[in-house]
């Protein structure tokens, strides 16, 4: 019998960051890097954030493999033009943030970049695509490689293997039938649904955890507010934006940071900037109930 689970934006944020639930996302995670992951710890992406012009990179999870190498996971619903250089971006500040000054160029961790995108990200054919940086002869079109005195210095056989590496899967464009572990991982993003004879790992563990029955009142309770949340906001936000009335976003995201909603979700929703997002939620804990009487001033 097929199983109903949560929406993986949710499950994203809230339940796979615990350490005993890492085995969904080490599963999903092994099936699309095609090798063994195991994840030591959940990272913070703001930790060195080091002036209040420095961009935020708070990101859906931002996690540590047992090898010492880092992964960003993000799953985008609403569509964002510009979402290409938001992942440039989050790779380079990962790259920064866990290189302490001074250290040698030989500890530049590794980065992947995970994006599950839930709208039409740039233009091509297929479903899943994965972009790494290989070094090309602009004459013999030979492949840079790493010399045996850099192999031996390094735990790289391959220039590749230094850079980070994107993998993109546009979920609306999988056309439903699973032929591999991969695929039917693809199928579950995008229908929350797990079939009964799906195999792939982690999957097991995502039929205990994420349907909606097997969860705590508690979780059912948060899981049913944000899900609420969501569509009255975008609900507002698209009548907003329809009557031109930039201010009724702008109030909107007030009203999203009183409930404590989670700032990227508000600027997935809003569009708005996290940058923008945080100069309201400094309004409101500048002059809390009056803070809409500020908001022209933005």
């Not at 992947?112 to 990200?121: A, E, R």
């Not at 994420?210 to 009255?232: F, H, R, V």
Request: glycine share 4%; aromatic share 10%.
């Amino acid at each position: 019998m097929a199983r109903k689970i949560i929406h993986f934006d949710w499950a994203l944020k809230k339940l796979l960051r615990q350490k005993a639930n890492f085995e969904i996302l080490e599963g999903f995670l092994s099936v699309l890097l095609n090798q063994d992951i195991v994840i030591q710890k959940i990272l913070d992406s703001e930790s060195n954030k080091d002036s209040e012009s420095d961009k935020f990179n708070r990101v859906d999870v931002f996690a540590e493999t047992e090898n010492g190498e880092l992964v960003i996971i993000e799953v985008q619903v609403d569509n964002e033009v510009d979402y290409f250089q938001r992942m440039a971006y989050g790779t380079s500040k990962a790259i920064t943030e866990y290189m302490s000054a001074g250290n040698e160029y030989m500890n530049v961790k590794k980065v992947y970049s995970v994006n599950i995108v839930y709208f039409d990200l740039g233009q091509g054919h297929d479903y899943v695509y994965h972009g790494k940086t290989e070094f090309i002869g602009l004459h013999n079109h030979d492949v840079l490689r790493l010399s045996e005195k850099q192999k031996n210095a390094m735990p790289h056989t391959k220039v590749a293997d230094i850079f980070p590496e994107y993998y993109v899967l546009k979920v609306n464009d999988f056309n439903g039938i699973a032929k591999d572990s991969l695929d039917e991982w693809v199928y579950v993003l995008k229908n929350s649904i797990v079939e009964d004879n799906f195999k792939a790992k982690g999957l097991d563990k995502v039929k205990e955890i994420l349907i909606y029955e097997m969860m705590s009142d508690t979780d059912k309770a948060n899981y049913q507010a944000y899900m609420g949340n969501m569509s009255n906001a975008k609900s507002t936000i698209f009548t907003a934006k329809l009557e031109g009335r930039l201010e009724g976003v702008h109030l909107i995201c007030l009203k999203a940071l009183r409930k404590r909603m989670d700032i990227q979700a508000i600027s997935d929703i809003t569009d708005l900037s996290v940058e923008t997002i945080q100069q309201i939620k400094q309004l409101l804990d500048t002059f809390g109930d009056s803070a809409e009487e500020h908001l022209e001033e933005m």
